[in-house]
């Protein structure tokens, strides 16, 4: 055999290998392909990871949160200041000394049909008179209304205190 021969054999034979490996590498190739093909028609429900948590910890969020309002709850009630009973006075007058408040009353209680009394301001130190407490605005508008009848009392009117 010549040279020429024997390389153009060389040549055959390395041609003959490449499509071999070829034909190998196509073969593998599909079959990874179909398989590829054949899973993804397999379809399997897409769950982000957020999801399956939220799936897992929804419960033991609904719990927690109920737990904690439970507890503000229960903390709220016991802090709980005993509410003061707000009163509605009608007030009759102010003056600057005792002694002038004290006047009023000696002359204005014989018109009246209710019990005044004298209190002192702790803001300006002035004297307050007026009628006994009410324990409803109601209440204290009806006596205001018959009370402003007489003119010594034409200038009353309701406050109202804790």
Not at 66 to 91: A, M, V, W
């Amino acid at each position: 055999m010549n040279s020429i021969n024997k390389i153009n054999l060389k040549n055959d034979l390395k041609f003959v290998n490449f499509l071999a490996l070829i034909n190998i590498l196509l073969l593998f190739g599909c079959s990874s392909s179909d398989e590829s093909l054949r899973q993804s028609q397999i379809k399997e429900p897409e769950i982000s990871v957020f999801q399956e948590a939220a799936k897992q910890d929804s419960s033991k969020i609904i719990t927690k949160a109920q737990e904690i309002k439970n507890k503000i709850k229960t903390e709220k009630d016991s802090l709980k200041i005993p509410s003061r009973q707000l009163k509605f006075y009608i007030q009759l007058g102010v003056f600057t000394s005792k002694e002038r408040a004290d006047a009023f009353i000696k002359d204005a209680q014989p018109k009246s049909p209710y019990l005044m009394n004298i209190t002192q301001r702790e803001i300006d130190k002035k004297f307050v008179v007026r009628l006994k407490p009410f324990s409803t605005r109601e209440e204290a508008e009806s006596v205001k209304k018959n009370i402003k009848q007489i003119s010594e009392f034409k200038d009353a009117f309701i406050v109202s205190e804790e």
